[in-house]
């Protein structure tokens, strides 16, 4: 069973608000994503993670940041949220050497944000 | 920048009948790696069947096969024997290049299966 936990589970907060997401894995993943989705609409990378110090930008562009100082925490910060920002918002993580062929991501229950 | 459609958000079939998503990408890379991922109710999302771009014959895995239309940029998946395990949300996925480090998956929006007794 996958150990990947998300809080909060639903976030209504109001515009310049500063919030952070956390994302927890407890299988010692050395691989952490951040995506997010819009209702309908694909899941983007925004942020990943190779490791404790290592994180990159994703594909679709986003104002939040993450930071990886534990194997098993990969928090998403929003300095100043605005009504853009309301998405839902998933992390995940994987094995290293995984890739390609069994690559396997585990998915937490997501954070759905609103901003007003 | 890739991109990967599923244009089917919600679908159906009973128990014992075959059923069939779809999944178009747009990309200029040659060299490129196609999934479908199955995302049950426990959230977890598990690799159900991977296609390698330059490999013309169609990948299967049991009751799972595709059909891989390259030039048509087409990647459907095709479920044979329906299960009520099979219920769940199914994702493309594309992922470019070759065994590079820093690659990563880019998804579609999901299909809904339901399956039904």
């Known amino acids: 069973e996958a150990d990947i936990y998300q809080t909060p589970r639903y976030l209504v907060i109001g515009t310049g608000k500063k919030i952070t997401l956390e994302c927890s894995q407890t299988?010692?993943?050395?691989?952490m994503y951040w995506y997010q989705q819009d209702p309908g609409m694909e899941l983007h990378l925004i942020h990943y993670?190779?490791?404790?110090?290592?994180?990159e930008k994703g594909d679709l562009s986003s104002e939040s940041t993450v930071s990886r100082i534990r194997t098993e925490h990969f928090p998403l910060t929003l300095e100043s949220a605005r009504p853009s920002h309301t998405s839902q918002y998933l992390c995940?993580?994987?094995?290293?050497?995984?890739?390609?062929?069994?690559?396997?991501?585990?998915f937490g229950s997501g954070t759905q944000l609103s901003v007003l | 920048a890739q991109t990967v459609t599923q244009s089917q958000p919600e679908m159906s079939v009973q128990e014992a009948e075959t059923v069939t998503l779809s999944c178009t990408y747009d990309?200029?890379?040659?060299?490129?790696?196609l999934f479908w991922y199955k995302q049950p109710p426990s959230r977890q999302m598990i690799l159900v069947i991977r296609?390698?771009?330059?490999?013309?014959q169609n990948a299967t895995e049991n009751r799972f096969s595709v059909n891989f239309q390259k030039a048509a940029k087409s990647f459907s998946l095709k479920i044979s024997d329906s299960q009520l395990g099979d219920t769940a949300m199914y994702f493309c996925?594309?992922?470019?290049?070759?065994?590079?480090?820093?690659?990563?998956?880019?998804f579609g929006a999901g299909t809904i299966l339901r399956v039904k007794s």
């Open positions: 993670s190779y490791g404790v110090n290592s994180t």
């Open positions: 990309t200029s890379e040659s060299n490129y790696y």
């Open positions: 296609q390698e771009a330059y490999k013309q």
């Open positions: 299988m010692g993943h050395d691989k």
């Open positions: 996925a594309f992922m470019r290049g070759l065994m590079e480090y820093g690659n990563k998956l880019v």
């Open positions: 995940a993580s994987s094995e290293l050497g995984g890739f390609p062929t069994n690559e396997k991501l585990f």
